[in-house]
C-alpha cells in the first residue's frame, strides 16, 4: 500500500468524502451515484485503496465489497469529526443497501442532501439538539434517548421545508420497539416524515406498527424496489413528496 498523500484528484477525493460520509460504498452505489460504469467506480476505489484512502472488506458470499474510509483518507478529504466505519458480517447487508439508498435518493432527488446516520450523530452532537432524530424518552441521567434514521435527505434550501428521515429496514425488529419507533416518528416536530425502504418479509409487521402508532399521517413505508429500480432522476422532487409503490 502506497502512503496518502495531500496530491489527491478532487475527483478521488469526492469518492473518500461520500464513503466517509456514509461510513461505506461499494463500486454498484458509486456507480448508481456517479452515473459511471460498474468497471470504471470499482477501478477508482480500488485506487483509492491503494493509496490508504480506503480499506476494502468483503464479508459476505455473492455480496458487493465494501469501500470504508480510512483515518488517512477521513484527514485528507477533509472530514472531521467522523471515525472510520466498521464493517461485520453483522452489518454487512444493512450498509450496502444503505450506500444503493443514498447513491438513488441522490438521483431521485438532485434538490436535496442525502446525509448518513454516522454524519447526522455529529452535527446533533455540534448543535447539542435533535435535527432529524426521532426521541424515543430519556436516559437515566435525564439524557435525550434518540432514535436516528439511517439516512436524512434535505432541502439544499433548508428554510423551505423540513428534512426527510429515510429507514433501510431490511430485518424485523421486536413488536414493542417498531411500535415505540413508529410513535416517535410521529410525534417528531423536526422532520416532514419518515420515509421507510422495507424489505419483503418486513411490510405486514411494519404496516401493523405505523397503524398502531396511528402514524400514518407522517410514516410511509414502501419496497425497497420502488426506489432501487426507479432509473430516471425527478427533477422537481420536494420534501414532502416520496416513492409510492405505483
Given at each position: 500500500?502506497?502512503?496518502?498523500?495531500?496530491?489527491?484528484?478532487?475527483?478521488?477525493?469526492?469518492?473518500?468524502?461520500?464513503?466517509?460520509?456514509?461510513?461505506?460504498?461499494?463500486?454498484?452505489?458509486?456507480?448508481?451515484?456517479?452515473?459511471?460504469?460498474?468497471?470504471?467506480?470499482?477501478?477508482?476505489?480500488?485506487?483509492?485503496?491503494?493509496?490508504?484512502?480506503?480499506?476494502?472488506?468483503?464479508?459476505?458470499?455473492?455480496?458487493?465489497?465494501?469501500?470504508?474510509?480510512?483515518?488517512?483518507?477521513?484527514?485528507?478529504?477533509?472530514?472531521?469529526?467522523?471515525?472510520?466505519?466498521?464493517?461485520?458480517?453483522?452489518?454487512?447487508?444493512?450498509?450496502?443497501?444503505?450506500?444503493?439508498?443514498?447513491?438513488?435518493?441522490?438521483?431521485?432527488?438532485?434538490?436535496?442532501?442525502?446525509?448518513?446516520?454516522?454524519?447526522?450523530?455529529?452535527?446533533?452532537?455540534?448543535?447539542?439538539?435533535?435535527?432529524?432524530?426521532?426521541?424515543?424518552g430519556d436516559t437515566p441521567a435525564?439524557?435525550?434517548?434518540?432514535?436516528?434514521?439511517?439516512?436524512?435527505?434535505?432541502?439544499?434550501?433548508?428554510?423551505?421545508?423540513?428534512?426527510?428521515?429515510?429507514?433501510?429496514?431490511?430485518?424485523?425488529?421486536?413488536?414493542?420497539?417498531?411500535?415505540?419507533?413508529?410513535?416517535?416518528?410521529?410525534?417528531?416536530?423536526?422532520?416532514?416524515g419518515t420515509l421507510?425502504?422495507?424489505?419483503?418479509?418486513?411490510?405486514?409487521?411494519?404496516?401493523?406498527?405505523?397503524?398502531?402508532?396511528?402514524?400514518?399521517?407522517?410514516?410511509?413505508?414502501?419496497?425497497?424496489?420502488?426506489?432501487?429500480?426507479?432509473?430516471?432522476?425527478?427533477?422537481?422532487?420536494?420534501?414532502?413528496?416520496?416513492?409510492?409503490?405505483?
Open positions: 500500500m502506497l502512503r496518502a498523500s495531500k496530491t489527491s484528484s478532487p475527483e478521488r477525493l469526492a469518492i473518500v468524502r461520500w464513503a466517509g460520509r456514509l461510513g461505506a460504498i461499494t463500486a454498484q452505489s458509486l456507480a448508481r451515484h456517479d452515473g459511471r460504469t460498474i468497471a470504471s467506480a470499482r477501478a477508482h476505489l480500488r485506487a483509492a485503496e491503494h493509496v490508504g484512502l480506503l480499506t476494502r472488506k468483503v464479508v459476505l458470499a455473492d455480496a458487493p465489497a465494501l469501500y470504508a474510509v480510512t483515518r488517512a483518507g477521513l484527514r485528507e478529504s477533509g472530514l472531521s469529526g467522523l471515525e472510520p466505519c466498521r464493517i461485520s458480517v453483522a452489518n454487512a447487508p444493512h450498509a450496502i443497501a444503505c450506500a444503493e439508498v443514498a447513491a438513488a435518493l441522490g438521483h431521485a432527488y438532485p434538490d436535496h442532501e442525502v446525509m448518513g446516520e454516522r454524519e447526522l450523530r455529529r452535527e446533533e452532537r455540534q448543535a447539542n439538539a435533535p435535527l432529524a432524530s426521532a426521541r424515543l435525564g439524557a435525550p434517548l434518540l432514535h436516528r434514521p439511517d439516512l436524512v435527505l434535505w432541502p439544499r434550501e433548508p428554510q423551505e421545508s423540513l428534512p426527510v428521515a429515510i429507514e433501510v429496514e431490511l430485518t424485523i425488529k421486536a413488536p414493542r420497539r417498531l411500535l415505540d419507533i413508529c410513535r416517535a416518528w410521529a410525534r417528531c416536530k423536526c422532520i416532514a421507510y425502504l422495507t424489505a419483503a418479509d418486513v411490510r405486514r409487521p411494519l404496516a401493523r406498527a405505523i397503524a398502531g402508532a396511528q402514524a400514518g399521517d407522517s410514516v410511509i413505508a414502501v419496497g425497497l424496489e420502488a426506489l432501487l429500480d426507479h432509473d430516471e432522476p425527478v427533477r422537481r422532487s420536494s420534501a414532502s413528496t416520496v416513492p409510492s409503490d405505483g
